[in-house]
């Protein structure tokens, strides 16, 4: 299958912007970086390992690219999970943020009803030519568990250089009530 490595999955969406759409999208973006209680919906979707926007002014080449005619907007993302179900989340989560990125982009039909935004993204989508996945049988849940894990396994394993069974058996029971959410 295009665009998937093991349990992730790569989107590319490229989208012709609206004459005033990169002005807009700057404050946007802004806002996003720096108003952090709007990033506090997107948090929610656990599954993303990555998600980009950018504005394209021209494409480079050997001579120092070739501008456009107007300018696109670039969002490329991996996440976990089926391409459907991952839109239906932006659809439903993050609907207002879609439709204040989109929205400057011709033909956004907005993220409700998600049927139409689905159409408009796989109209606009690119299979990847290369993808690469660091951890590609791990979930992001599962790659951010493992790491909270290793901290309380290496003090289990201190402990248990120094203690009796029965030391242990106490020392094992906290560890499995500290990382029970992480097993």
């Known amino acids: ?27 946007v973006f802004w806002a996003g970086r720096n108003l952090t209680w709007t990033l506090e919906k997107l948090q929610m979707l656990s599954f993303i390992h990555f998600a980009r926007w950018a504005v394209i002014k021209r494409f480079p080449d050997e001579n120092g690219g070739e501008r456009l005619n107007h300018s696109y907007l670039i969002f490329e993302s991996n996440f976990n999970g089926a391409w459907d179900q991952y839109i ?38 690119f299979v990847a030519n290369h993808y690469f996945s660091a951890y590609a049988g791990a979930t992001t849940t599962e790659i951010i568990s493992a790491g909270r894990i290793e901290p309380a396994l290496e003090e289990l394993k201190a402990a248990a250089a120094t203690s009796d069974a029965q030391s242990f058996e106490a020392a094992f029971g906290e560890f499995l009530t500290k990382a029970q959410r992480d097993l």
């Open 88 to 125: 239906d989340a932006f659809s439903e989560v993050v609907a207002r943020r879609m439709k204040a990125i989109w929205g400057t982009s011709f033909g956004f039909p907005g993220p409700q009803p998600v049927e139409a935004f689905k159409a408009y993204i796989r109209h606009n989508e």
């Open 1 to 27: 299958m295009p665009n998937i490595e093991g349990e992730a999955t790569a989107i590319t969406v490229l989208t012709p912007v609206k004459r005033r759409g990169p002005m807009l999208l700057r404050l």
